[in-house]
């Protein structure tokens, strides 16, 4: 049981933890971001064209078909998907302090991938009306309120770009990347303290537990001094000592 603790707290959070915590962690623009990006995913699922076909008979009879963005699956639809998809992972490695660099910043990333969601939307507002016909059936097509709030959440997600670039928000340090092994590199270099420091021959002289004990450093400064002269015997001659 002792072996338990120990190897239950190495265990790694579930996804719904790791989300979680994510959202924790990032800030409140980014959590804004996140709203729209998963808004714009959820679009697709709403109802965006329609499609009525009408039998050229005696008896015409109209069949209306709803769709959804799966329902009528092309490039914009797949873009639209890609950029929540991806707008939405880049807040989760954020949140997890992932330490990577985007061109121009997150905003600037997120404020172009929005721009260009909602131009593909509109293009495709103008591309799926029409009505196209033969001998025998009439084929209608047209778009419904889902790709109106589709819009709505990919000009969302460009404002919420732009609000993230404007907040200056620094990426996460490289140091606090979980997925970095910083034992790897090579460590900084700095002085041990067992290694003694080199000292140049002119500061030690000037020490003065290295100057002789006889050395008097004011000495030379103050001359000779009457103490000196004091201590100085001169020995005569005798001749002259006897006179």
């Excluded at 460590?187 to 000037?206: H, M, Y």
């Excluded at 001094?225 to 001169?234: G, K, N």
Aim: glycine share 8%; hydrophobic share 45%; charged share 25%.
């Amino acid at each position: 049981m002792a072996a338990d603790g120990p190897r239950a707290a190495r265990t790694k959070p579930g996804p719904f933890m790791r989300v979680l915590r994510a959202w924790r962690v990032i800030g409140p623009e980014q959590r804004v971001c996140a709203l729209a990006a998963l808004s714009l995913w959820i679009t697709m699922f709403l109802p965006w064209y329609s499609e009525t076909g009408i039998a050229v008979s005696k008896s015409s009879q109209a069949v209306s078909v709803t769709l959804t963005a799966w329902g009528a699956f092309s490039f914009v639809e797949l873009a639209v998907l890609v950029i929540s998809v991806a707008v939405l992972a880049l807040l989760f490695a954020r949140g997890e302090r992932r330490a990577f660099h985007l061109p121009g910043g997150d905003g600037t990333v997120i404020l172009l991938a929005g721009g260009w969601a909602g131009l593909l939307i509109f293009y495709r507002m103008l591309d799926k009306q029409g009505t196209q016909g033969s001998k025998t059936a009439v084929l209608t097509s047209g778009i419904q309120w889902g790709i109106f709030l589709a819009l709505f959440a990919a000009i969302w997600l460009a404002w919420t770009g732009l609000r993230i670039r404007r907040t200056h928000r620094a990426e996460p340090a490289l140091a606090d990347d979980p997925t970095v092994h910083l034992q790897n590199r090579p460590p900084a270099r700095r002085e041990r303290d067992d290694e003694p420091v080199a000292v140049p021959a002119t500061v030690r002289s000037a020490r003065p537990e290295d100057r002789p004990r006889d050395e008097d450093p004011e000495r030379e400064h103050r001359g000779v001094t009457r103490e000196d002269a004091e201590q100085l015997s001169f020995e005569l001659p005798r001749d002259l000592r006897d006179s």
